[in-house]
C-alpha cells in the first residue's frame, strides 16, 4: 500500500503539484508501527483530481474525498486553512491554500504533521519528530484555541496519551484541566465514540471518570 501511495503522489507531481502522505500512517510509520489507513493532502484541487483519478466518494464542504488509485482507497484533502467554529466540531468556512506549512497549522496535534514525500522521505516543518521522540503530545499554534474549536480534541489528546503512552505538554496538560466542561456543548454520542476507540477497557473508565460520563 505505501509502495502504490508513493506511486500516486510521483503521479500527481508529474501533473505539475505537489502531495504528502500526512497525519497518522507517517507518525505511526515513524514509531515503527505499520498501518493501512494513508491519507494525501496536496495542492491539488477537486475539479482537476477527477480529471485525472477516480473518484470514489464525492466531494465534502470539507475539501475531502476518497479516491481508488491501482485498486487501493486514498483519503485526500486539499491544502486548506479554517474559518472560525461556530458549532464546535467544524469551521463555518474554507479557504484553500498553496503551501503544505498553512495546511499543516490547522491540524491538531504537532505530532500528527509529520509528511512523507513522493521519495519516501520524512517531511517535517513543525517539529513532529522531536515530539514523537519525547513521547509528547503538543498542540499546533495556540493550545485554548484549538481546543474551544473543536472540544473532542481534548479527548483526542487523552485518547493517544493512553494508546501510545505519551505525555501531555503542560499546558496543554493545564488547558484540560480548566476547561474540560466545554465537552457539555457537544452531543454525548460523539463523546463516547471517542472514548470507544481507546484500545484498552481500563482507558475508557479512565476517560469516563475523569469526564464525570
Do not use: W
Not at 111 to 119: A, G, P, R, V, Y
Not at 176 to 192: A, G, H, T, Y
Amino acid at each position: 500500500m505505501f509502495a502504490i501511495a508513493l506511486d500516486l503522489l510521483n503521479e500527481i507531481d508529474g501533473l505539475g503539484y505537489v502531495a504528502y502522505i500526512v497525519g497518522g500512517y507517517s507518525r505511526d510509520k515513524y514509531r515503527g508501527i505499520n498501518t493501512e489507513d494513508i491519507d494525501i493532502c496536496t495542492n491539488m484541487k477537486y475539479e482537476e483530481i477527477k480529471k485525472h483519478f477516480k473518484i470514489h466518494t464525492s466531494y465534502s464542504k470539507m475539501g475531502s474525498f476518497t479516491i481508488c488509485y491501482k485498486d487501493v482507497f486514498f483519503q485526500m484533502t486539499t491544502f486548506r486553512k479554517e474559518g472560525r467554529y461556530l458549532d464546535y466540531r467544524h469551521p463555518s468556512s474554507i479557504e484553500f491554500v498553496n503551501t503544505l506549512e498553512e495546511d499543516l497549522k490547522r491540524r491538531d496535534f504537532v505530532m500528527n504533521t509529520l509528511c512523507i514525500d513522493k521519495s519516501g522521505a520524512y517531511v517535517d516543518l513543525l517539529g513532529a519528530r522531536s515530539d514523537i521522540d519525547k513521547k509528547m503530545i503538543r498542540v499546533v499554534g495556540n493550545t485554548r484555541e484549538k481546543l474551544m474549536e473543536d472540544p473532542l480534541r481534548i479527548l483526542r489528546a487523552i485518547r493517544f496519551s493512553i494508546d501510545f503512552g505519551f505525555e501531555l505538554e503542560e499546558n496543554l496538560k493545564e488547558e484540560i484541566s480548566q476547561n474540560k466542561q466545554v465537552l457539555k456543548r457537544i452531543p454525548m454520542k460523539k463523546i463516547e465514540e471517542e472514548i470507544e476507540k481507546i484500545h484498552s477497557t481500563e482507558g475508557r473508565e479512565r476517560v469516563r471518570s475523569f469526564f464525570e460520563i
